[in-house]
């Protein structure tokens, strides 16, 4: 097989892997719609309650209220003696004794497990008829829901509008729900506009502790969940949401999720009439991220904390069958985001998440990660568009303060060719404290920014550290102002390769991406590490060998090519560090574009072709340095270093080939690159002195030792004419 044709198999099988990447799942659920604005966010109703929901043990009960102060305890004590005559001991028989709009159910201190709806199904709810999820739950529709609500749901909250559930402890975790990891959802409310949570913890379920689905107006104030396998609070397809003084922790993907977020705001720039979703005064810690959010449109986050995560927060478009796709108009403000360095990989890599929920220590520290994420973040963005980062506190990361990735269409099921660069555009990264914390004290992140390079109207603060690239977009005192734009087609090829080697992850079949730093591979292990050290390999075989045959003799050649053994190894030892934030990488470059412009200049003399294409990619190269290490290129689709890459594979295979054929050409074959450079016949050099008959800069080894020509055969002819298959230089070289 010839070199052309293996490259191109090589491309062909690229493009292969890219394309047929399997979509990744997440959270799935049965085709919804966004509701219609008409809603509004619930009011706190106080005074007594409707419906009472207790346990029937008096003793624990005082124990438990003990602590409390007087007066609470006091009106507890009463709320217990009204519940044993007319409550329930089950909150699903309070919900299920709902009958209208408006009412209140309050819950005692006690440990709720809901006995009656912790059975597995029975009869015909065992046999329901519905597509499976990728994680192998069914994706029931609304009405069977309601006809088998405990399939899936320890206490299911269907229809009901307008209901208040709140405890009545002194602290939220004096009333707890607990799912024992026997049930997808603790509590599950489905189409019950102006839901009110308060007050109470739920926990330990198989995906969502806290689930509020297709709903026009809720409220979570002051709930703890945690230790489930996937989120603690699960919002999906909501308008007219708060979240305030919540807590979660020990969960899967993330504590907080306000997927699918009604998407109000889109086609609005920076200015939007109102958001969907607001979340504050919450703290999320402990979970493979603190915040989380699909297609999470139009949601406000301010005043939270974010800490001791793998990631403090995220938003995507990496996920299909979500709505408002792709995700846009977040804003963060005046967040905590710091020390979002946990490493919850190895749980999977030990075998501790293959285990069953119950027995994999949820409660002592466990948390098994359900997606693909680069631990060490603060903020990351994989695919939106107009998001504001501002105000926010983000510090202590141990890889980049803030993470913004390209996220192509296809990977959402949309394939139409318009779309497929449709993200990371419009975002804002403006007035944050970086590195350091809330007091002053220095807290530096590893790097402040990793961008793939995607996207139009992208920009940064002004006195952002080290970042990758270099040198970014700067925000204007203005939403909208930026100066050094660029609008990228595709993000930087390096930085793709890394993001599809580490999508490959799977947590039930325990794959762990080798190559990828994100789930622990160091050193050789790591795939820019090994992508530089091959290429500088094969730039370094086959420049010494071009170099050798026809280049030895020049100067300007053996300098040049020095400096490209300096820069190919700089360029490895830039790839060592992980994050490529230092001036390295530049540097390697422009070595690298040195040697490939010294060498061409030598080459264009004898085949000029071969020469000044080697040139064009020695100006590539500098170019390439100069967008990475003093600004990036504005008015260009595609980073230099993608055009750079595709001819530096094309000059490989021809500077082999080139050496390759040195005995051929001095056989008398015709010389295309002399042909197509001086239009002279077969044996002609470029440039050819008429009087000495050979080019003006030719190599020694190309005459005599004593600088003449060769000397004549007996039968008055010159060697070469003579025999003309006879090579006159000492190593060959007859060119």
Known sequence: ?????????????????????????????????????????????????????????????????????????????????????????????????????????????????????LPAPTGDCTRLKAPNSQLGYQILSYAQQAKCPHNQNLVAILGKKDLQIEGTGAERTDVVIDAKYRKLNAIRADGSDGVYFKNFTAQRTTFNSLYILAQDGFVIDDVLTRWNDEYGFLTFAGDHGLYKNCESYGNGDSGIYPGSASNINDGYGYKVPRYSIEITGC?????????????????????????????????????????????????????????????????????????????????NGVVCPQISLPPGSGIITAGGNWNIY???????????AFFLSAVPAFIRGENALGKQTDTSHHNRYADNHLGVDKAGNPRPNRTDVWWDGQGDGNCWQSDTGAST????????????????????????????????????????????????????ARGIERIELQAALGIAVVLVLVGGVLWWRRLRSSRLATAATVLGLIGLGLDVAGSTMGLAS??????????TGLWWTGIGLVLRRERPVLGWTTVVLGALTLLDALDKGVFMIPWIPLSPAWVRGLLGVVWVVWAVVASARHGERDAGAPDPDAIAGTGAGAGTGAGTDQASGHAPDQAPDRVSAAGTAPAPAPDGTSATQASPATDPSPDGDAS
């Open 1 to 117: 097989m010839s070199w052309t044709r293996r490259l191109l198999v090589v491309l062909a099988a690229l493009v292969v892997a890219l394309l047929s990447a399997p979509a990744a799942q997440a959270h799935e659920e049965r085709p919804v719609t966004l509701p219609d604005g008409t809603g509004s966010v619930p009011v706190h109703r106080t005074g007594e309650p409707d419906l009472l929901v207790c346990k029937s043990d008096r003793a624990d009960f005082e124990h438990r209220i003990s602590a409390f102060p007087e007066a609470l305890r006091s009106r507890n004590l009463t709320l217990f003696d009204r519940c044993q005559k007319s409550g329930y001991r089950h909150l699903q028989q309070a919900v299920d004794a709902v009958t209208e709009p408006g009412k209140n159910i309050a819950i005692l201190p006690g440990l709720y497990e809901e006995d009656p709806s």
């Open 283 to 363: 703290r999320s810690h402990h979970n493979m991220v603190g915040y989380s959010g699909t297609a999470g449109d139009s949601v406000y986050v301010h005043d939270n904390e974010f800490d001791h995560n793998m990631g403090g927060a995220s938003m995507d478009s990496a996920f299909p069958g979500h709505p408002g796709l792709p995700q846009n108009h977040a804003r963060f403000e005046r967040n905590l985001i710091h020390d979002n360095n946990a490493d919850y990989y190895r749980y999977v890599a030990d075998g501790t998440c293959a285990k069953p929920p119950v027995e994999r220590g949820y409660e």
């Open 390 to 400: 501002e105000n926010n506190w983000v510090y202590g990361q141990q890889r980049a």
């Open 469 to 520: 690239p270099r040198s970014l977009p700067a925000c204007g005192d203005e939403r909208g102002a930026v100066t050094g734009s660029t609008d990228r087609l595709v993000g930087e090829p390096v930085k793709l390769a890394q993001l599809l080697v580490c999508a490959d992850y799977n947590v039930q079949a325990r794959r762990l991406p080798a190559g990828c730093d994100w789930y622990g």
């Open 582 to 591: 230092s001036y390295l990488p530049a540097v390697a470059l422009l070595l």
